[in-house]
């Protein structure tokens, strides 16, 4: 969470009860992001004396996003603050407090589209086929690596495992905004997983129900996975970093190249819109035109120009 509380005031109950539900499902990171703006918002509403959340409308909410766009904040983290805001008038609303979401009548800041860039195939298999001591630790690290790849999960999709979760061939997940969902789990991953479970009681306190555990026996956090992915990229000579959203990356990529289903790789991916999904469509585009400049004769060779993004 954010080094700075949230300011007191006759709204801020209802803040703190939203940002703690929100625990459960989403990353440390995306917490404190939501708690910076919605502490701005908080301010906002406090410099103009508003103490009843049902005076939030659409009017105010554009004052509001107008001011922080005019002070230079950036598209994506005014896209991210209205997403949050979005959230907690939902939150609202079903406390009563709102009649109606306000935000859906503001517009969303327009950004540019960045591609994400996955591990190339070849040296993805060539990483994870890669042996390791066979201590809890690095059989654990494995099972995690694999099951990232196989099922396209996000961090706090992982971390937030149960035994429970783990069905034959199957993996139930939480996502966002509390939503489940069920993503297979490939051979490779099901085979890491039979040996981590059998070596996770060494490690694990009792009764724990984490599926993925720490050296005192706790549920794995983000940061311990997101470090520990980054401690075996270098230890196995991965030449880039290595981040849990890269293998996502990577997964919905080199899936959608084989298959060229968008559908299916949005519903394995949880992604509420389709539009999000199709940014794997660019990359694969992307990947074609880079081929054809290097091979075809009568190409128009220019150099690529190479992007980063994560969406969610």
């Known amino acids: 969470m954010a080094e700075h509380p949230t300011p007191q005031g006759p709204l801020t109950g209802e803040v703190e009860a939203f940002?703690?539900?929100?625990?459960?499902t989403a990353s440390p990171a995306t917490l404190d992001a939501y708690h910076r703006d919605l502490t701005a918002l908080l301010a906002f509403l406090a410099e103009r004396d508003i103490d009843d959340w049902r005076r939030l409308d659409a009017a105010l909410l554009r004052r509001f996003l107008g001011g922080e766009r005019a002070r230079g904040l950036a598209p994506r983290s005014l896209a991210r603050r209205r997403s949050a805001i979005s959230r907690l008038a939902d939150h609202l609303v079903t406390l009563g407090r709102l009649d109606h979401n306000p935000v859906a009548l503001t517009r969303a800041p327009r950004q540019p589209r960045h591609l994400p860039r996955p591990v190339d195939v070849d040296r993805l298999k060539h990483f994870l086929e890669t042996p390791h001591?066979?201590?809890p630790l690095a059989v654990r690290d494995q099972a995690m690596l694999e099951l990232f790849y196989s099922s396209g999960l996000r961090l706090?999709?992982?971390a937030g495992l149960d035994l429970v979760d783990l069905q034959p061939e199957r993996v139930r997940v939480?996502?966002?905004?509390g939503k489940p969902r069920q993503v297979p789990v490939g051979r490779h991953a099901h085979r890491a997983l039979d040996i981590w479970l059998a070596l996770r009681e060494t490690l694990a306190a009792p009764g724990e129900t984490a599926l993925f555990v720490g050296n005192r026996g706790a549920r794995l956090g983000h940061r311990a996975i997101q470090q520990r992915l980054a401690l075996i990229a270098r230890r196995r000579g991965l030449d880039?970093?290595?981040?849990?959203?890269?293998?996502?990356?990577?997964?919905?990529s080199h899936l959608l190249e084989s298959s060229q289903d968008l559908r299916a790789v949005q519903e394995l991916l949880g992604h509420a819109n389709l539009a999000t999904t199709q940014v794997y469509t660019r990359l694969d585009w992307q990947h074609l035109a880079a081929s054809y400049d290097a091979a075809h004769p009568r190409a128009r060779r220019r150099?690529?120009?190479d992007h980063d993004e994560e969406p969610s």
Not at 240 to 252: D, G, I, M, Q, T
């Open 174 to 177: 939480l996502g966002k905004g």
């Open 133 to 135: 001591d066979g201590s």
């Open 19 to 24: 940002l703690a539900g929100l625990r459960r």
């Open 303 to 305: 150099p690529a120009r």
């Open 156 to 158: 706090a999709e992982l």
């Open 240 to 252: 880039e970093h290595l981040h849990p959203h890269r293998l996502r990356h990577s997964f919905a």
